[in-house]
């Protein structure tokens, strides 16, 4: 078991992003073959119209949507926001429970999370609640992100706010 070093932690970050972009293309082409078209035709058709050739969609366009187009198009919005958060927390939680605590980006980097007083494989609570602290991070909360990443980068031993509230550990072996 090696200990994340300054070096570690560049290849931790560029696991995750390469994670979070994985994640997040499966959301879209489930938002885009199967959600939108499926339940949000109306808002569908709300964006195709107000994106006609030099009109953008700004408050004035807004203003003047009736309230049934202003309701579908924040269903849609709505729809799109929770179909991203659920595809990156079932991304990481599925990968990481599947594989004994790792993603396919920490795979690619030699990494590893494991339980930071036994450095034994995290269980599922812990692994739900690491999961569920850094997609609500990522997505509901983004300046929560940095704070989180900053806590990382502070520390001596390089846990982040999510690896303290789960106790667990990043490893690369």
């Given amino acids: 078991m090696v200990i994340e070093s300054r ?63 202003r309701l579908a198009l924040l269903k849609l919005i709505g729809s799109f926001q929770w179909v991203i958060m659920a595809s990156i927390f079932l991304y990481f939680f599925l990968s990481e429970t599947l594989t004994r605590g790792s993603s396919l980006g920490k795979l690619i980097f030699r990494m590893r999370i494991v339980n930071a007083q036994s450095a034994e494989p995290i269980g599922i609570f812990r692994l739900c609640t690491r999961t569920a602290v850094s997609t609500t991070c990522l997505t509901l909360f983004f300046p929560f992100l940095f704070i989180n990443f900053l806590i990382g980068l502070l520390r001596r031993d390089r846990r982040c706010l999510h690896d303290l509230m789960a106790h667990s550990w990043v490893i690369r072996y």
């Fill in 7 to 69: 070096k570690g932690t560049f290849a931790r970050i560029v696991a995750y992003v390469m994670d979070v972009v994985l994640a997040s293309m499966c959301a879209m082409a489930l938002l885009k073959l199967w959600i939108l078209p499926r339940y949000h035709g109306a808002g569908l058709q709300v964006l195709q119209a107000a994106q006609a050739p030099g009109l953008r969609l700004s408050t004035d366009v807004l203003v003047n949507l009736s309230e049934d187009q």
